[in-house]
Structures are given as structure tokens and as C-alpha cells.
């Protein structure tokens, strides 16, 4: 039998950001710095982190960025999310668990236009020949901090990123509902670095996970210079039922 998340999305729903429509023109995100982590997680916690719709991956796991993007529409911003890895149906996924940003025109944008939880940090991304440093600060605390030790070039096509997926509300036909939105970007990658992932911190609860994300085993650590994108809306699922029966499509 499947395994399906237990999260309370009713309680979710009140921190998730309220979209302003589904149709976003998408941006171009040129010459963007990726520092990502993978970690396995304690099982049990985490399937109350997944939504019904979903499934917690086996086994299962987080995905932790921080990111640079020096030219967008808003100006340069800094990004850190912290994901857990899930199924939506067969197809493995990045469920968005918490985000922040160091502008506030882009937590603004990230927020209306594609459902991200982001909130205002302090976040440092620092490549170094022997590793790459990656932070994020709230409140004078330091609520992630960790690196990608002794770097070593690869090809960009040995990397793979997931989709994400981003509890959200909108209002549609007058009524305010919560669903589930992806976020599916492109990437051509101009460099990328594998490396031993070290986690030397993270605060769960800063990230909405509420005590129930417990990283272990690391798994990888990559970091790449690329092109990517923040696309148009495409699909989005019903947080409460199966993505097989739960999702539509929105945009081509």
C-alpha cells in the first residue's frame, strides 16, 4: 500500500501565501549560483510534513539551497529554501517547507506570482578553492549554515534538480481555497561542483517544519553556475487528494 502524508493542511494553510492568480508571466534568471545539499531524514516526523495529495519519499529526505540571482526583474536577490523530497504520484519532487530572501520586492513577487512560504533573511553565499559556504540569518540567529567541502568539477549533466511543490491559497470564484502549485524551471548549466556535504546547523522550526525535520545521513552536495528561470504556472493539485485524481493543468 502507498504511504501518504499526514500534514494538517488546514493548519498549514494559514502561513502559506495567498497567490494573486495563477496567470505569471515568467522570469529569465541569467548567470544564478546554486549551492544544494541533500540529507536523509528521521522517517516517522516527516510524513507530518507531507500533505494527503502526496507521498514522503523512501527513503526519506531534504533538500536544502541557497542561491544567488544576479539580474532579475526585481533587482539581485539571495534564496534559501528548505525542502522535503516527496512523490507526486511516480514523480519525485521538492514539497517547499520554507524559504527566505534578502529583498522585499522579490519576497513580494515570490509570494503572489508562484506560492512561495519566503519570509526576510540575511543569507551569504561564499565560494571558496576548498569549499563553498552557504547561510542564512533571522533575528540575529543563524537558523542555516552549511558547505560543500573539497569541490571537484563535473558536467552539468550529472545534475539533476527537482520540481517544486508549494502549498499556496488563491481566491477563485470568490472563494479562498488552498492547493498545491508547481514551480518547474529550466536550467543550462555553465559550471557545476560535487563535494562532501556538511550541515554544520539548521533550525528546523524557522522553516516551518515545527520540530519535525531531523536530518541525518548526507547524501550530496553540488554547486553550479547556471541559467534558469522562474516559468509560467502549469499545473496545480488539490492538497487533499491523490495528484492522480487531484491535479489540473493551467497553462500550456
Known sequence: MPIFGKQDVQTAAARAPLMSGFDTDAWELKNAEILHLAFEVVE???????????????????ALSVARFPSTPVGPFMLAQVR?????????????????????????ELRTRWGYTVGLGTITLQSRHDRVIGTVGRGG????????????????????????????????????????????PEYVFHSAQRGKPHLISL?????????????TNAMHATFCRCDTDLP?????????????????????
Not at 550529472?158 to 520540481?163: Q, R
Not at 491559497?169 to 518547474?184: A, C, F, H, P, Y
Request: hydrophobic share 40%.
Open 232 to 252: 509560467k504556472l502549469r499545473f496545480a493539485m488539490d492538497p487533499m487528494v491523490p495528484v492522480t485524481q487531484g491535479s489540473r493543468r493551467l497553462a500550456a
Open 141 to 184: 540567529q543563524t537558523i542555516l549554515n552549511m558547505e560543500l567541502e573539497n569541490p571537484e568539477q563535473i558536467s552539468g549533466s550529472d545534475v539533476t534538480y527537482l520540481d517544486s511543490l508549494h502549498l499556496a491559497r488563491v481566491v477563485e470564484n470568490g472563494k479562498e481555497t488552498s492547493l498545491i502549485v508547481q514551480i518547474d
Open 44 to 62: 516517522a516526523p516527516a510524513e507530518w510534513l507531507v500533505p494527503p495529495a502526496l507521498h514522503p519519499s523512501i527513503p526519506p529526505y531534504a
Open 84 to 108: 522535503l523530497v516527496i512523490r507526486a504520484g511516480i514523480r519525485p519532487r521538492g514539497y517547499l517547507l520554507g524559504a527566505y530572501t534578502d529583498s522585499e520586492k522579490a519576497a513580494t
Open 203 to 215: 533550525q528546523s522550526d524557522a522553516w516551518g517544519a515545527n520540530g519535525k525535520l531531523q536530518c
